[in-house]
């Protein structure tokens, strides 16, 4: 089973762009559907993004549609969320996540989520 680590996350301007990053240790990164997740203050955890082993079938969560990129690198064992336009909402602490059976349109359930990472946080400010 892989573990995730999250960086990238800071203060940016609301407009602005930050890259997150998810790296995996072990040796099956690339079997797994991986994913990005947020959760703000006082709210429920919330899908973000997926992708499957390949890139090849990637899926987005209606409020970041048209602003955040997923990607991955299997041969860096990692995943990026390219963050575009950010909004006050967006902040929140963000979570990678990856699953061994979902795809990417099923891994929108948490229930599918087999590994978590530790989170990272990021605020946008006025």
């Known amino acids: 089973q892989v573990q995730l680590v999250e960086s990238g996350g800071g203060l940016v301007q609301a407009g602005g762009s930050l890259r997150l990053s998810c790296t995996a240790s072990?040796?099956?990164?690339?079997?797994?559907?991986v994913g990005w997740f947020r959760q703000a203050p006082g709210k429920e955890r919330e899908f973000i993004a997926a992708?499957?082993?390949?890139?090849?079938?990637?899926y987005y969560g209606d409020s970041v549609k048209g602003r955040f990129t997923i990607r991955r690198d299997n041969a860096k064992n990692a995943m990026y969320l390219h963050m575009n336009s950010l909004k006050l909402e967006d902040t929140a602490v963000y979570y990678c996540?990856?699953?061994?059976?979902?795809?990417?349109?099923?891994?929108?359930?948490?229930?599918?989520?087999?590994?978590w990472g530790q989170g990272t946080q990021v605020t946008v400010s006025s």
């Open positions: 072990g040796r099956t990164f690339d079997s797994y559907t």
């Open positions: 996540a990856a699953s061994d059976q979902a795809s990417p349109i099923r891994l929108r359930t948490q229930a599918f989520v087999s590994v």
């Open positions: 992708i499957n082993w390949s890139g090849g079938a990637i």
